[in-house]
């Protein structure tokens, strides 16, 4: 048997358990004009802040955050990690995998069984977890590349910054004519590629690990939570979704106290700037699943067909979309006067702040023109009406969803429709107006409708999507805009920004 020849950078998702962090209220001045009614003006797509938002930027692909004493922490792909006090500055902590990293200063050294497993010379995405010794669990993948040779191992660290000494490797694959962790010989189209772990405890206080990367799908393991090792006597644990080279990858778990369900965020497509890379979410009352769309569907099936290969076609009626690649256009269709946008935005994490209510998804993205370069992103998260998770349009800046009159809301914005397709093209933002009658017309005609306390509902073409207005800092006009984000019950989310006057 020979492997399959990928074509795909393997990557990560992890993620720990929040303990006692918060968003700080200091330097987040700009939380108050987004509460109430103080200093609105008139009109609501022109409206310069008191205080502008700044972000200080930092480069970690496949960003899994752990909040640690009023601090949060990213860790990502090659060693790479970083510290922020509120999801807006970024400090890197230390990068590449090379002798001296703080993470693990002798690595070649001290990870050389994994390293020469997984045929490697870097490491993917990890997770680090703080368990019940107060000590730091690094969950570390390291894979070949152009195969699911691949190791997933366990390092631990006193302090969260390290320095990690390695324990050991809890999980192999790409053992080709040999025997897997299931005992049968290692099938690449229903055993896993043992990378992009995720672990966390389950609202029972259950220690679980989820992780894959293509080939033959998600897995979910019980884990010891003395040991942080998984439980003996599963083998690679229970299939989740996922198979014959599926390109789904980066999972990523949070249950919500909000709605009581599991989210199982993914993503699917490739990484690259061509890829198609795009975060997608189903739910579930059990973290074992199963794990449904908003239409129904069982993310079971979502699998390319037997004998395929990175069939995008087969997978793309799964999952809600909840954002791909896209660029805000201040005139459609004049292209070169574009404003923000992403491309292959993915591989997240994401965390609820029991304290505040708020909830985020921290990801990392490439940018329409820029190549491969990619930057950290965090964007706040809402649950619509339906329980249904919709992501912010712009990047948090220190926002509140408002509870605002709908005499706001009315007025033209430049909307993003992600679709459900599987695309490396960018989606460029249409025109419309939403009127006080209730109305909609521009690209498309409809009707919306405020249902209070910042939640929305609008009718486009018949289809009705749910979800939640506020306002945002524009980063192009440099003001604060009205912006909406809705999701259909086809897992189609729609993006509103407030257009600036002409």
Same mark, same amino acid.
């Given at each position: 048997? @020979?492997?399959?020849?990928?074509?795909?950078?393997?990557?990560?998702?992890? +993620?720990?358990?929040?303990?006692?962090?918060?968003?700080?209220?200091?330097?987040?001045?700009?939380?108050?004009?987004?509460?109430?009614?103080?200093?609105?003006?008139?009109?609501?797509?022109?409206?310069?802040?008191?205080?502008?938002?700044? %972000?200080?930027?930092?480069?970690?692909?496949?960003?899994?955050?752990?909040?640690?004493?009023?601090?949060?922490?990213?860790?990502?792909?090659?060693?790479?990690?970083? &510290?922020?006090?509120?999801?807006?500055?970024?400090?890197?902590?230390?990068?590449?995998?090379?002798?001296?990293?703080?993470?693990?200063?002798?690595?070649?050294?001290?990870?050389?069984?994994?390293?020469?497993?997984?045929?490697? &010379?870097?490491?993917?995405?990890?997770?680090?977890?703080? =368990?019940?010794?107060?000590?730091?669990?690094?969950?570390?993948?390291?894979? /070949?590349?152009?195969?699911? /040779?691949?190791?997933?191992?366990?390092?631990?660290?006193?302090?969260?910054?390290?320095?990690?000494?390695?324990?050991?490797?809890?999980?192999?694959?790409?053992?080709?004519?040999?025997?897997?962790?299931?005992?049968?010989?290692?099938?690449?189209?229903?055993?896993?590629?043992?990378?992009?772990?995720?672990?966390?405890?389950?609202?029972?206080?259950?220690?679980?690990?989820?992780?894959?990367?293509?080939?033959?799908?998600?897995?979910?393991?019980?884990?010891?939570?003395?040991?942080?090792?998984?439980?003996?006597?599963?083998?690679?644990?229970?299939?989740?979704?996922?198979?014959?080279?599926? &390109?789904?990858?980066?999972?990523?778990?949070?249950?919500?106290?909000?709605?009581?369900?599991?989210?199982?965020?993914?993503?699917?497509?490739?990484?690259?700037?061509?890829?198609?890379?795009?975060?997608?979410?189903?739910?579930?009352?059990?973290?074992?699943?199963?794990? /449904?769309?908003?239409?129904?569907?069982?993310?079971?099936?979502?699998?390319?067909?037997?004998?395929?290969?990175?069939?995008?076609?087969?997978?793309?009626?799964?999952?809600?979309?909840?954002?791909?690649?896209?660029? %805000?256009?201040?005139?459609?269709?004049?292209? *070169?006067?574009?404003?923000?946008?992403?491309?292959?935005?993915?591989?997240?994490?994401?965390?609820?702040?029991?304290?505040?209510?708020? @909830?985020?998804?921290? %990801?990392?993205?490439?940018?329409?023109?820029?190549?491969?370069?990619?930057? +950290?992103?965090?964007?706040?998260?809402?649950?619509?009406?339906?329980?249904?998770?919709?992501?912010?349009?712009?990047?948090?800046?220190?926002?509140?969803?408002?509870?605002? *009159?709908?005499?706001?809301?009315?007025? *033209?914005?430049?909307? +993003?429709?992600?679709?459900?397709?599987?695309?490396?093209?960018?989606?460029?933002?249409?025109?419309?107006?939403?009127?006080?009658?209730?109305?909609?017309?521009?690209?498309?005609?409809?009707?919306?409708?405020?249902?209070?306390?910042?939640?929305?509902? =609008?009718?486009?073409?018949?289809? +009705?999507?749910?979800?939640?207005?506020?306002?945002?800092?524009?980063?192009?006009?440099?003001?604060?805009?009205?912006?909406?984000?809705?999701?259909?019950?086809?897992?189609?989310?729609?993006?509103?920004?407030?257009?600036?006057?002409?």
């Amino acid at each position: 048997m @020979t492997p399959p020849a990928f074509s795909h950078h393997p990557r990560t998702s992890g +993620v720990a358990a929040s303990r006692g962090s918060r968003i700080p209220s200091g330097g987040l001045a700009i939380l108050g004009l987004f509460i109430g009614s103080t200093g609105l003006a008139a009109d609501p797509h022109v409206m310069p802040p008191a205080v502008s938002p700044s %972000f200080t930027e930092v480069n970690v692909h496949d960003p899994m955050i752990l909040p640690v004493d009023g601090e949060f922490f990213i860790f990502g792909s090659h060693l790479t990690a970083a &510290r922020s006090p509120d999801l807006m500055h970024w400090t890197l902590i230390d990068a590449g995998v090379r002798e001296g990293n703080r993470l693990i200063p002798n690595v070649r050294e001290e990870m050389r069984e994994a390293l020469e497993w997984g045929q490697s &010379r870097t490491f993917w995405a990890g997770c680090v977890t703080r =368990l019940g010794d107060g000590r730091f669990y690094f969950y570390y993948s390291v894979c /070949r590349g152009d195969s699911p /040779r691949s190791a997933l191992g366990l390092a631990v660290a006193e302090a969260v910054e390290g320095p990690y000494r390695h324990k050991a490797i809890l999980l192999r694959s790409g053992m080709w004519d040999e025997p897997s962790e299931e005992g049968a010989i290692y099938d690449a189209t229903i055993h896993p590629n043992t990378i992009d772990p995720h672990v966390f405890f389950d609202a029972d206080g259950i220690l679980r690990m989820v992780y894959g990367s293509y080939s033959g799908g998600i897995f979910l393991l019980t884990l010891d939570p003395e040991t942080g090792r998984p439980a003996p006597g599963q083998g690679y644990g229970e299939k989740l979704l996922g198979g014959n080279h599926a &390109r789904i990858e980066a999972p990523f778990i949070l249950h919500h106290p909000g709605s009581n369900y599991y989210y199982l965020f993914l993503s699917f497509g490739g990484l690259d700037s061509r890829g198609g890379y795009q975060i997608r979410v189903a739910r579930s009352r059990s973290v074992e699943g199963p794990y /449904r769309d908003p239409a129904g569907r069982d993310l079971r099936d979502a699998m390319g067909p037997p004998g395929s290969f990175f069939d995008d076609a087969a997978i793309e009626p799964y999952g809600a979309k909840l954002i791909g690649n896209f660029q %805000f256009v201040r005139a459609p269709p004049h292209f *070169p006067e574009a404003g923000p946008g992403y491309v292959s935005p993915g591989h997240n994490s994401a965390w609820h702040d029991p304290g505040t209510g708020k @909830t985020f998804v921290i %990801f990392h993205t490439r940018f329409p023109g820029r190549g491969e370069q990619h930057q +950290v992103r965090v964007h706040q998260v809402f649950l619509n009406r339906e329980g249904w998770p919709v992501l912010a349009p712009h990047r948090y800046g220190g926002e509140t969803l408002g509870h605002l *009159p709908a005499s706001y809301w009315p007025g *033209p914005y430049r909307l +993003v429709d992600h679709g459900r397709t599987i695309t490396g093209e960018i989606t460029a933002s249409v025109l419309l107006h939403l009127h006080p009658d209730g109305t909609v017309s521009g690209e498309h005609t409809g009707n919306w409708e405020d249902l209070g306390e910042g939640h929305l509902r =609008l009718t486009l073409g018949g289809e +009705v999507f749910q979800g939640v207005f506020l306002r945002q800092w524009d980063p192009v006009t440099k003001v604060l805009v009205p912006v909406f984000t809705v999701l259909s019950r086809e897992g189609r989310a729609l993006w509103g920004s407030g257009a600036p006057p002409p």
